[in-house]
């Protein structure tokens, strides 16, 4: 399968997780849980990428299938 990469921007249209559900892509998304997990894990954003987006990163990566939006 392959994945869809972008930068979270608030959810605008058009972002990543739009087009990678309407793509059948998969990606990298954490919802809501993003901040509760920072706050209850006392993390940075800095932190939260390399906890969680690096291993679905690194995973794809493995696997050779990433996609970017242009």
């Not at 998969?26 to 919802?31: A, I, M, P, R, T």
């Not at 993003?34 to 696997?63: C, G, H, K, V, Y």
Request: net charge negative.
């Amino acid at each position: 399968m392959e994945v869809m990469l972008g930068k979270w921007d608030g959810g605008k249209p058009g972002n990543y997780v739009e087009m990678g559900e309407a793509s059948g892509y998969e990606y990298f998304s954490l919802g809501t849980e993003w901040d509760p997990i920072m706050e209850a894990q006392d993390l940075t954003l800095s932190d939260m990428f390399d906890a969680r987006n690096a291993l679905f990163l690194d995973d794809a990566s493995r696997r050779k299938d990433l996609s970017s939006l242009p």
